[in-house]
Nanobody, 123 residues
């Protein structure tokens, strides 16, 4: 059983930055892939970024390329999502999720989920 806890959300002005953290407990974290997803009110959950346990291979949604980066620190069981040049359209609840080995863009592939952290970007 893996437990995930997100932190780092908040209110920021457009153009600003935030770093989200996802801390995992349980399981063998270095083998696990972690994905970041987000969901805004009235919209479906969408993939943002993922990083694999297979050497840390990364995938990013097209709409965040050049703005967001994902990284991991296995010694701290933590995955980070660095978000720069934030836009009001990035406002959402951000969730991290865990699956074995390889990150994918499909939320149905992930087995464990955190409770989410709210990101609000003002214009």
């Amino acid at each position: 059983q893996v437990q995930l806890a997100e932190s780092g959300g908040g209110l920021v002005q457009a153009g600003g930055s935030l770093t989200l953290s996802c801390v995992a407990s349980g399981g063998t974290f270095s083998w696990d892939a972690v994905g970041w997803f987000r969901q805004a009110p009235g919209r479906e959950r969408e993939f943002v970024a993922g990083i694999g346990g297979d050497g840390g291979r990364m995938i990013l949604a097209e709409f965040v390329k050049g703005r967001f980066t994902i990284s991991r620190d296995d010694a701290k069981n933590t995955v980070f999502l660095q978000m720069n040049s934030l836009e009001p359209e990035d406002t959402a609840t951000y969730y991290c999720a865990d699956r074995t080995f390889r990150a994918t863009m499909n939320h149905a592939d992930y087995h464990y989920w955190g409770q989410g952290t709210q990101v609000t970007v003002s214009s």
